[in-house]
């Protein structure tokens, strides 16, 4: 099983300010199937970025992925108020398809 | 537009046996695997389970294997998810996602809660 780490666990910061949020794998990701998901509290995950650096459909720019092998970061260039959430990653090439503990971003 | 509307979950006693169904819409069902993810109270998420598009493959987690069974009705676009021997720890919030082929989980489901409770 692939684990995935994220840290930090939790991260206190002002709006207009930078995010850095960082998943670690116990394995190397093959072909960077590495996925980002934000979560706000009472809803279903919403898919942020894929294959590492991917935005989704409808995914501000603000958000930026990146990395490869086991180590890979998610950043929020300038945070908004609506991107105070639950973010985790997940690995999704190999079975069992794993999920990071989750970084949540609250408000400083 | 594209949606997934689970269903099926409730409070039900440990050892008992409970189905989710997830309603798909918007998008080509047959032609995605579906994944079921839970989330207990205040933890993270759990992959549970995946059928491939066409119910060829299924591949469990550890934690439901034996117990559960996931099953795909391409002809009424549902996905199921029939959860036997329900225990304390099967309390979660459970997800449906799909899967478009070594593609991230997307669209996800609203979710539907079962708590196992005595």
């Known amino acids: 099983e692939n684990v995935l780490t994220q840290s930090p666990g939790t991260l206190s910061l002002s709006p207009g300010e930078r995010a850095t949020l960082s998943c670690r794998a116990s394995?190397?990701?093959?072909?960077?199937?590495l996925a980002w998901y934000q979560q706000k509290p009472g809803q279903a995950p919403r898919l942020l970025v894929y294959g590492a650096s991917t935005r989704a459909a409808g995914t501000p720019d603000r958000f930026s992925g990146s990395g490869s092998g086991t180590d890979f970061t998610l950043t929020i260039s300038r945070l908004e108020p609506e991107d105070f959430a639950v973010y985790y990653c997940?690995?999704?090439?190999?079975?069992?398809?794993?999920f990071g503990q989750g970084t949540k971003v609250e408000i400083k | 537009q594209v949606q997934l509307v689970e269903s099926g979950g409730g409070v039900v006693q440990p050892g008992r046996s409970l189905r989710l169904s997830c309603a798909a819409s918007?998008?080509?069902?047959?032609?995605?695997?579906m994944h079921w993810v839970r989330q207990a109270p205040g933890k993270g998420l759990e992959w549970v389970a995946v059928?491939?598009?066409?119910?060829?493959?299924?591949i469990y987690a550890d934690s439901v294997k034996g117990r559960f069974t996931i099953s795909k009705d391409n002809s009424m676009n549902t996905l199921y998810l029939q959860m036997n021997n329900l225990r304390d720890d099967d309390t979660a919030m459970y997800y449906c996602?799909?899967?478009?082929?070594?593609?991230?989980?997307?669209?996800w489901g609203q979710g539907t809660l079962v708590t196992v409770s005595s």
């Open positions: 997940q690995q999704y090439v190999t079975s069992p398809w794993t």
């Open positions: 918007g998008f080509m069902f047959r032609h995605y695997g």
């Open positions: 394995q190397s990701v093959i072909r960077s199937y």
């Open positions: 059928i491939w598009s066409d119910g060829s493959n299924k």
């Open positions: 996602a799909g899967d478009g082929g070594s593609m991230p989980f997307d669209p």
